[in-house]
């Protein structure tokens, strides 16, 4: 029996993670699997006799989480400048504390 | 701030967004723009989006729009060495992740892939009966929950405000153990939390845990799970948007009221269980948003800070540090933790018997196949009975098992039991008694295993054999009886003692007694008219939820949420004086027929905050009462018949009005006068005051059938007293027509009085 801990970029989620589950543990030979979306690694404990490591990541990479490849995808990537192009867009920030919140945070619970 | 998790909480927000935009092109080149996409059960669209963008999505080609302003609201990760403020980027990412993934799920609804099937998962209780499409698998089941319906929402609200329920909390992710997943929410339940689902770790979920070891999940238990994945999470933030817009009387695009109602009135709490990964960070974040803190049963950076949420925003108490020698008690310390954070208040009452309760419990249904023994219904007799008594013959705290125990009957037998609860008090009354009489049901109930049903001498009580075999025996009645009336009428209440008696002789002698004082308390209740007294009772219970509603309550006319008559006002009152019943001197009648008076239209003035200045307690055509959104019926004019319908909460079929209950809800409800719709209590259709300015109960032309079947005796013996034995039948309900075209037909083949009768308009 071997374990291998493959670094899968691609799952950033708990969705992730049960595709993943299902297309690991469909393999005649896998006998474990442990896969973690906080890490984006996946532990894999697997009989070399009946399934390769090179199956696995092929497996992963045809279900689109290709092992050691991809980057969480960044739709809004930092400028150069160090700025968040983002503040001219939204306008202004509340500062102040908000009226509806001054007469929402009352004691409304009372009974 | 943490930037750790601001980072990690932008990260996930980018992503999901993009995966959102993915799947939206996906769908909207298999699918096309026009593919219906909805919530099953609800007026609120897509709620996020709604309540949040004033934007109703009906369909996918709508979702465009809303991925376009998630986008807006994304921002770069922090630079790892240039530190700027970035709480304001972190909750607007956690608003980007909201939006998306709700068009996820909406997109996923498309696709039939939600409500997310589970094989072999059967929702317990009432849960299908509004969704019976899902209900696939033999016996039904085969699905978790998906969005919560607006029925269900309504029917919570009225424990949501008057602290029955006293907030909600979501499970995100999976607990150490089996055990500990059972203790976590056997601890919420206790404190009548509801419990939300969703979320895995390393593709387990709590739910997984928690329907291996037999817990049962659905609407009757306060436990709904929604999903194994975090997108799930979208649904109890859907369910707390329409809580500001059902109940708050906000509207739609009112984003920031919505989320400060959120932050002051529902208070709600997520517990994250297991690793925490960049797409729950981000959904915590949205979260947060809603003024809901996170409390994290790993190690993660804490926000210790308050603002956005009224205390700390994220709190880590790794499982392993928790200074408990058993999972119960580290969840019982996490759960503590957790209320502490939200400033959840919780009332417990500790009831020594030996199996779990709280009012989470109260639907729980004891099947037959799961029942040890039954008392009423079919092969037996049970009744219940509350009687006030000089203080010297009670003695506090005496319970007393007159005949044998159900040992000796079969597994799955029944026999006969009375209740007898003997009350004394310097307070107490005897108008009081039928009040504290009903609510031997609710204590009852509050145990788990036990199902109580109906009152007097139609009790029908079952136990479980699990309660049995935990050593639940009859005894523990009066122990819960005790406990309870103690906790909860303290204040007319000095002494209870009990007794439970199954020994025949004694049982019938009981019951003949009962039975004379249900006929006594019948006879003064129908004295009670309106003209009768000369005060009245508001009810501004639910004014937490619904700030500019007040019910007047007149003996001719209950609470609209059915929960609460004259009589019931007027213990609360005396039990409470500064409570939500407060009396109303009815001053001077201005006019008899319509119900205005002086008295009650300077107190709803003042209660509803200047909104409402005139009601009228007898008509729906002119100044009706307002409603906060908990009633039990709905009335409205259907101006082609001359008449109205009743639309019951039970009832999800469309109606001749073209509306469902949930959407006729919107009209009806948040506090505002709408003439022509009146929420009420199912029990005011039996009332001689029942639209009585308008033509009364030979108004009713339609009526949902659950009302003709579950009413049927009162009903019929209205339908005499107007005059006309067989109106009932001359009523349409959805099974013989659902538009305006069948209903006139039907109403002209039976004769219905309303087409005679005087122009409404």
Aim: glycine share 10%.
């Amino acid at each position: 029996m071997e374990k291998v801990v493959l670094d899968v970029p691609l799952m950033w989620a708990d969705h992730h993670v049960m595709k993943v589950r299902e297309v690991l543990t469909k393999l005649d030979g896998v006998t474990d699997v442990y896969a973690s979306s906080a890490w984006k690694q996946v532990l894999v404990a697997y009989d070399p006799a009946k399934v390769k490591r090179e199956t696995l990541e092929q497996a992963l990479a045809q279900a689109g989480y290709p092992v050691g490849q991809g980057e969480t995808p960044i739709l809004v990537p930092p400028t150069e400048k160090r700025r968040d192009p983002r503040w001219g867009d939204l306008g202004f920030r509340m500062s102040q504390t908000y009226r509806a919140d001054l007469e929402m945070s009352g004691d409304f619970r009372k009974w | 701030m943490s930037r750790y998790i601001a980072t990690r909480a932008i990260r996930g927000a980018n992503a999901i967004v993009a995966e959102a935009e993915a799947l939206l092109q996906k769908a909207l080149a298999e699918k096309g723009p026009d593919a219906p996409v909805a919530f099953t059960n609800t007026a609120y669209y897509l709620p996020v989006i709604y309540g949040m963008m004033a934007y109703p999505v009906t369909k996918i080609g709508d979702l465009v729009p809303v991925i376009e302003k998630a986008k807006s609201l994304l921002h770069p990760p922090p630079d790892e060495n240039w530190w700027v403020p970035y709480l304001g980027e972190t909750l607007d990412c956690g608003m980007a992740t909201l939006l998306a993934e709700e068009a996820i799920e909406g997109i996923r609804f498309a696709y039939g892939e939600q409500p997310e099937r589970y094989p072999g998962f059967r929702m317990t209780g009432s849960a299908s009966f509004t969704s019976p499409e899902f209900e696939t698998e033999e016996g039904g089941g085969g699905y978790l929950n998906g969005p919560i319906d607006d029925i269900q929402l309504r029917s919570w609200g009225i424990q949501l405000v008057d602290g029955r329920m006293p907030g909600f909390a979501a499970l995100l992710g999976a607990a150490r153990t089996n055990q500990a997943a059972v203790a976590l929410v056997r601890e919420l339940q206790r404190r009548n939390i509801l419990v939300f689902l969703m979320g895995n770790v390393n593709g387990r979920s709590i739910i997984d845990q928690l329907h291996e070891e037999g817990v049962e999940m659905g609407y009757d238990t306060y436990i709904v799970p929604f999903g194994r994945d975090t997108i799930a999470t979208i649904y109890p933030l859907g369910f707390a948007t329409r809580s500001a817009l059902t109940f708050g009387g906000l509207k739609p695009g009112q984003w920031r009221e919505i989320l400060l109602y959120n932050k002051y009135r529902v208070f709600a709490f997520a517990i994250a269980l297991g690793e925490v990964d960049d797409l729950k960070y981000a959904t915590a974040a949205g979260a947060i948003c809603y003024g809901f803190p996170v409390i994290a049963d790993t190690v993660i950076p804490q926000i210790l800070p308050t603002g956005v949420t009224r205390y700390e925003h994220v709190i880590s108490m790794p499982w392993e540090e928790i200074d408990a020698p058993t999972d119960e008690e580290k969840a019982a310390r996490l759960v503590q933790k957790a209320i502490e954070v939200r400033g959840v208040k919780v009332k417990i009452t500790e009831v020594p018997i030996p199996v779990p309760y709280g009012s989470a419990f109260e639907g729980e249904v004891v099947r037959k196949a799961d029942m040890r023994v039954e008392f009423g219904g079919r092969a037996s007799r049970a009744f219940e009975y509350l009687r006030m008594v000089p203080m010297e013959q009670v003695e506090d705290g005496k319970i007393e098992v007159i005949g044998p125990g159900f040992e000796d009957v079969p597994v799955g037998g029944a026999m006969d039991l009375g209740i007898v609860v003997e009350v004394a008090g310097r307070k107490m009354q005897e108008d009081f008694e039928p009040v504290l009489e009903r609510q031997i049901h609710y204590f009852i109930n509050g145990a788990s295993g036990i199902q109580h049903i109906g009152q007097r001498d139609i009790a029908w009580i079952r136990i479980s054999k699990t309660a049995a075999e935990k050593g639940f025996n009859l005894r523990h009645f009066g122990d819960i009886l005790y406990a309870r009336f103690h906790a909860d009428f303290g204040a007319i209440v000095d002494k209870v003692q009990v007794k439970i008696i199954t020994d025949p002789a004694l049982h019938a002698e009981w019951l003949a007694k009962a039975r004379e004082a249900y006929d006594r308390r019948n006879r003064r209740l129908a004295d009670l008219v309106d003209e009768a007294v000369d005060t009245f009772y508001s009810c501004v219970l639910c004014q937490s939820f619904a700030p500019t509603h007040c019910c007047v309550i007149s003996p001719q006319r209950l609470g609209l949420c059915g929960a609460y008559n004259w009589l019931d006002c007027k213990a609360s009152y005396e039990i409470n004086p500064t409570g939500p019943n407060q009396p109303i001197a009815k001053g001077q009648c201005l006019d008899s027929v319509k119900g205005y008076f002086t008295g009650v239209n300077e107190y709803v003035r003042v209660a509803s905050q200047g909104k409402v200045d005139t009601v009228a307690m007898y008509s729906i055509m002119e100044n009706p009462m307002t409603a906060c959104g908990c009633f039990e019926c709905i009335v409205m004019v259907i101006p082609e018949a001359n008449g109205v319908m009743v639309v019951s909460r039970e009832d999800p079929s469309m109606t001749p009005a073209g509306m469902t209950f949930s959407t006729l809800a919107g009209m009806a409800g948040g506090g505002l006068q709408t003439p022509g719709v009146m929420g009420v209590g199912k029990y005011y259709l039996t009332s001689p005051k029942f639209l009585s300015a308008d033509g009364g109960f030979r108004r009713v032309v339609w009526m949902s059938s659950f009302l003709k079947q579950t009413m049927a005796e009162e009903l019929k013996a209205v339908c005499e007293r107007e005059g006309d034995p067989d109106l009932l039948d001359k009523i349409a309900d959805e099974t013989i027509c659902t538009d305006v075209e069948g209903l006139l037909a039907y109403l002209e083949e039976k004769g219905h009085p309303a087409l005679t009768m005087p122009p409404l308009f």
